[in-house]
């Protein structure tokens, strides 16, 4: 790799947004995670854990507090008093229904495709959810006091729900409840709240209460059978092994503590107390086990996953993919909040440092704060907050932005090389709808977009007007989901297309006849991370969730030789890695070299010397400290960041790099929960 100036970007500061719920979908290796600002994201876990598709946050659908899947649907309560179903090919509200009972705060789904739902006055509202539809069948008998938490048993016959002081068993054909189990008070003035429940294949019912108890009850007859002191604060979520011989607790307390079923004498068998794991500082609101696998998250934003043997903790930090955007020609960087944007002029280094120098570089001029730009929207309470931002890009010579939200798009014309940076509203026809991915040509002329409802949009831009060009639409055997990566070649003939089913098309730029099929790429079945297509030699670079790197000339329709070549000898220092590749780029300097970086490694590989079966000379790295390795002939790595989020050329002899410190998400977040030790806290 050439050596260059990298600018390390670290006023990137994204706040921790906790994590309240999750669901999994077994059948797709989906997880569903929403957070603190009612946003929603999927994460595809099949091989290395990556958000896939986001759902941003709307003022009408301000809170989740209960999440669940039922048959490959998409379904969440909150605090508004709805139901909401969510469409997963537009990223957006499909469609809702009020609940009897006010606000929301848990749910749960069974294999009928029924759906119950607990609200604040009491009331169980069942709903019915086939054929694409959602149907309210019942509520059963209204209890007192609001329902915390509540699960299917596994037959879905019966529903269990938790409330302050007591457990009741319902019978869902009847609407009665059968037992009522008292769960008791460590203080007379202090009720005790059920916060979450598990239900096994025998009805023994597993209980998490305000007191840090684990309790467990057998459903057939309504009696407490054991109780655990499992913490020293409340218990806020179960989870139970697919199996059912071991479960995992953890909540307020943060240590996750795992029992497991015996069997002891007289052909019995007794729940007991054994590992535990100190994952997160912070409270946790919500574990899953999936194949021995134990994802956690909760208020600092992580979704963790830990698993042994091997022993391992994988931590995935709360930010968003293509979250910054580097204009080139007028040097800005576009940073994507949840529901902001901020644009930056970066600084410049003296002039005069020669190139050879290694180390840290005086800069002539620092990075300038320059816009911020947000969309306000009229809530249920007639004020107005900021919406959600689904996609945004900026143009290469830092004069037009745009952004989408879940109620329209909007275009920008800027003036940012001035004393006083100012903006132009441009009215674009798309205004009223979203736009699920979006990117400019490297030339400025053309943005082209991707609506929810399909295809994508292209329009010519210039300062007089903003006119759409053409409408590119993809028939079933080309782009069947979300558009998730959209590029366009540093030569404007080439847009690259991947869905999150792993299609990719190439669409070529013919002068007089606009934007034409090209071709589509073979389909990979693991899902797509990141690609990229070199500026000179056309290759497309795609990179898959198992690390898996392909190279595709565009001139020939072929994988190339090394294409082949690590088919047949995949890199495993990478292929063992267990974070997905977040972006590719390519030496400017040096057609012959790749760089890949993940969240914290940025792996650079020299394809010749790949292919010769390497070469014992040093690595052409600047060797400024430890971080920097040859794993194998013709890799290095570069292990000096954390949360990387973006590694793009500025010129060509500069990079940024976008780095979001693990210090600027913590120190937000309210107080960890404090235990005594040996007397003292």
């Not at 790799?1 to 077994?26: D, G, Q, T, W």
């Not at 007089?512 to 990979?524: A, E, I, M, S, T």
């Not at 793009?648 to 979001?660: H, I, K, R, T």
Request: glycine share 6%; proline share 4%.
């Amino acid at each position: 790799m050439s050596l260059c100036k990298i600018h390390n970007v670290r006023f990137y500061k994204p706040e921790a947004r906790a994590i309240y719920n999750m669901a999994y979908l077994k059948s797709k290796s989906k997880l569903a995670v929403s957070r603190s600002d009612a946003s929603l994201e999927i994460w595809d876990i099949s091989h290395n854990a990556f958000i896939e598709k986001t759902i941003a946050s709307t003022v009408e659908n301000y809170s989740i507090e209960g999440l669940t899947w039922s048959d490959n649907r998409l379904f969440s309560v909150g605090l508004h008093g709805f139901l909401v179903e969510y469409d997963l090919y537009k990223l957006e509200v499909k469609q809702k229904t009020t609940v009897t009972g006010e606000a929301a705060f848990c749910m749960d789904s069974n294999s009928k495709n029924e759906i119950a739902v607990g609200t604040e006055q009491g009331y169980l509202n069942v709903f019915n959810v086939d054929n694409d539809e959602i149907i309210f069948e019942k509520f059963l008998d209204k209890q007192e006091g609001r329902i915390i938490s509540l699960k299917f048993d596994p037959s879905g016959e019966f529903i269990v729900s938790g409330s302050i002081d007591a457990i009741r068993i319902w019978n869902v054909a009847t609407g009665h409840a059968l037992h009522k189990m008292s769960t008791g008070r460590t203080e007379t003035k202090k009720p005790t709240i059920v916060w979450c429940l598990a239900i096994t294949n025998d009805f023994t019912v597993i209980s998490g209460d305000s007191r840090g108890k684990l309790t467990f009850w057998d459903g057939k007859v309504g009696a407490q059978i054991e109780s655990y002191q499992s913490h020293k604060a409340d218990i806020l979520s179960i989870c139970l092994s697919e199996d059912q011989t071991s479960l995992c607790c953890a909540g307020v307390d943060p240590n996750i503590i795992n029992y497991v079923q015996v069997n002891v004498k007289g052909g019995s068998q007794k729940w007991v107390r054994s590992i535990q794991r100190k994952i997160h500082e912070h409270d946790i609101r919500s574990l899953l086990l999936v194949n021995q696998k134990l994802y956690s998250g909760g208020i600092d934003g992580y979704l963790a996953c830990s698993y042994h043997p091997p022993k391992t903790l994988l931590k995935n930090p709360p930010l968003q993919n293509f979250c910054s955007q580097i204009s080139s020609e007028s040097r800005h960087i576009l940073l994507r909040y949840p529901k902001h944007l901020e644009i930056y002029k970066l600084g410049q280094s003296e002039e005069d440092v020669n190139n050879e120098v290694l180390g840290v570089v005086p800069i002539k001029n620092k990075p300038v704060k320059c816009m911020v730009l947000h969309k306000l929207v009229e809530g249920y309470d007639g004020e107005k907050d900021r919406e959600g931002i689904c996609t945004s890009c900026i143009s290469n010579n830092g004069k037009w932005v745009m952004f989408s939200t879940c109620s329209g798009t909007r275009l920008v014309n800027l003036n940012l090389d001035v004393e006083k940076p100012s903006l132009k509203k441009v009215s674009i026809d798309c205004k009223d709808v979203k736009c699920v991915n979006s990117t400019f040509t490297p030339d400025n002329k053309q943005l082209i977009v991707a609506p929810s409802n399909g295809g994508l949009k292209v329009y010519n831009v210039n300062e007089e007007k903003v006119e759409e060009a053409q409408f590119i639409l993809f028939n079933s055997s080309e782009i069947v989901d979300s558009i998730t990566h959209l590029t366009v070649s540093q030569c404007n003939k080439y847009l690259i297309a991947g869905d999150s089913d792993g299609n990719v098309v190439v669409i070529i730029n013919k002068k007089n006849d606009g934007w034409k099929f090209y071709c589509k790429l073979p389909k990979y079945h693991v899902p797509l991370t990141a690609l990229a297509v070199h500026p000179t030699l056309l290759n497309i670079v795609l990179t898959y969730a198992d690390n898996k790197i392909i190279e595709y000339n565009i001139k020939k329709k072929e994988f190339t030789p090394f294409s082949r070549f690590l088919q047949k000898n995949p890199p495993r220092h990478l292929t063992s890695r267990n974070y997905p590749i977040r972006n590719v780029s390519f030496d400017t300097k040096n057609e012959n070299v790749i760089i890949l970086n993940d969240d914290s490694v940025i792996n650079i590989i020299k394809k010749d010397d790949v292919m010769k079966g390497g070469v014992e000379n040093e690595a052409k790295v600047p060797k400024l400290d430890s971080s920097v390795s040859q794993n194998s002939n013709g890799f290095y790595s570069i292990s000096k960041y954390k949360h990387l989020v973006n590694l793009s050329w500025l010129s060509d002899d500069e990079m940024v790099a976008v780095e979001v410190s693990p210090l600027s998400l913590m120190e937000n977040l309210p107080p960890a929960f404090v235990q005594n030790t040996f007397g003292r806290k």
